[in-house]
T-cell receptor, first 111, second 117 residues
């Protein structure tokens, strides 16, 4: 059974701080990793995708992937109140079309 | 900016009734997906569709469910005989690249909230 695990939170950080979100997955045969943001009552919105070990930066967001540890993380620098949302980690396994989502981590950024 | 649209935004139905949820993917996309999210729970993959056939489906997607691309623009999810536990938000997504490819981005529609009474 392929699974994606996230700490449900909530994670609370002050405005301007770094928010660190973590995700682990169950199977080494994974290929693609995604972070989505979901505001309450809205659909998921892709923030970052990462496919190889290391860091990938896009603006205030950095995704980190460690396949040996089966671990992927998302750092949000200079957190803003508008970043308050649920962050979903998602994984697609090699050869498949199925995206497996974690349960999400709720992030609160306090002004 | 192109976007995925879904209709209706909210569907209320009686248990045992058939419902059809409609999606219009982004026009040049070839890969289509349905997901559902029960209130307070995780997003769950239902099915992927490419070249007029199902490419993968989850264990949730049983014989009660079917998908169709009836014309060049619509992508539908049919639930033949709804159950109380089918109440959820249903999201359609589309992509122009196969799932997991290095430039894959799935664009999600706003969702249809299905309530089964």
């Amino acid at each position: 059974q392929k699974e994606v695990e996230q700490n449900s939170g909530p994670l609370s950080v002050p405005e301007g701080a770094i928010a660190s979100l973590n995700c682990t997955y169950s199977d080494r045969g994974s290929q693609s990793f995604f972070w989505y943001r979901q505001y309450s009552g809205k659909s998921p919105e892709l923030i970052m995708s990462i496919y190889s070990n290391g860091d990938k930066e896009d603006g205030r967001f950095t995704a980190q992937l460690n396949k040996a540890s089966q671990y992927v993380s998302l750092l949000i620098r200079d957190s803003q109140p508008s970043d308050s949302a649920t962050y979903l980690c998602a994984v697609i396994w090699t050869g498949g079309f199925k995206t497996i989502f974690g349960a999400g981590t709720r992030l609160f950024v306090k002004a | 900016e192109p976007e995925v649209t879904q209709t209706p935004s909210h569907q209320v139905t009686q248990m045992g009734q058939e419902v059809i949820l409609r999606c219009v993917p982004i026009s040049n996309h070839l890969y289509f997906y349905w997901y559902r999210q029960i209130l307070g729970q995780k997003v769950e993959f239902l099915v992927s569709f490419y070249n007029n056939e199902i490419s993968e489906k989850s264990e949730i997607f049983d014989d009660q469910f079917s998908v169709e691309r009836p014309d060049g623009s619509n992508f539908t999810l049919k639930i033949r005989s709804t159950k109380l536990e089918d109440s959820a938000m249903y999201f359609c997504a589309s992509s122009d690249i196969t799932a997991g490819a290095s430039t894959d981005t799935q664009y999600f529609g706003p969702g249809t909230r299905l309530t089964v009474l």
